[in-house]
């Protein structure tokens, strides 16, 4: 098992990309903390991988909020141990160009998708450090790379969680603490839901060179291996999984 005894905090793990990567790390041997805004779905995730023999607990947390992040960590850090991984894949992503969104959305997106990967950080680095080093990853997403027209609260906010990435790496490599960030494509998650399927199977075929939908599990599997032993090396880097979206311009 790659993880084995390992302690994996993820946000946004009620479902999607967080669901499959819980599901991944416990399978891998990791005792996960689920961490989702609404607490039933975080505990569905965890009963299910208690059920198939893993460990795992359940909190309900608005990653946005200080108070709320200091205490997943407390939380995870008391009845699992000090969390050894710690995923920051909690997001929304409204549309809008900035003359259209509101202002209370612009402030929601850039709180949940940048400010939380600060606080996450923020409280697990020092418990880290004195326990010898740890991982964290951040979802961070190809519009972060390159923008997308009526997403620009969501463009701006994962080109931050890159850079934030990059100075977390830096910041921290000294202390052992490895950062990276991973960009999916186009995932079919709840995320995406509001998306119908004529306009998504569209969009991938102007845009993504590789045939077929790029699925929650593959990039649980990447985030498995960036946490694990055999990525000891690896720290501030983004790594993509698009499809080849990334690889050049489509007319």
Do not use: H
């Amino acid at each position: 098992m790659k993880l084995r005894d390992k302690v994996a905090l993820v946000t946004g793990g009620g479902s999607g990309i967080g669901e499959a990567s819980c599901n991944a790390f416990a399978r891998e041997g990791a005792r996960v903390a689920v961490v989702n805004r609404t607490l039933a779905k975080a505990e569905a995730v965890a009963r299910r991988i208690k059920s198939d023999g893993g460990c795992a607990i359940a909190i309900g947390a608005d990653v946005a909020r200080s108070a709320d992040a200091q205490r997943m960590i407390d939380k995870t850090a008391a009845e699992l141990g000090v969390p050894d991984i710690v995923f920051n894949n909690a997001g929304v992503s409204p549309a809008g160009r900035i003359t259209d969104i509101s202002e209370s959305d612009w402030d929601r997106c850039l709180n949940i998708d940048l400010k939380s990967v600060f606080l996450a950080a923020r409280y697990t680095i020092p418990l880290m450090i004195e326990a010898g080093g740890g991982v964290i990853l951040n979802t961070a997403g190809t519009f972060g790379m390159r923008a997308a027209t009526k997403k620009a609260a969501y463009s701006v906010a994962k080109a931050g969680v890159i850079n934030l990435t990059r100075s977390i790496a830096l910041d921290y490599a000294r202390e052992n603490i490895r950062c990276n960030a991973i960009c999916p494509g186009y995932v079919d998650t709840p995320l995406n839901i509001g998306l119908p399927a004529a306009e998504r199977d569209a969009f991938l075929e102007q845009y993504q060179p590789l045939r077929g939908l790029i699925s929650a599990d593959e990039v649980a599997e990447m985030a498995v291996y960036l946490a694990s032993d055999a990525a000891k090396m690896i720290t501030g880097q983004v790594f993509v999984l698009d499809g080849g979206q990334q690889a050049g311009l489509y007319a």
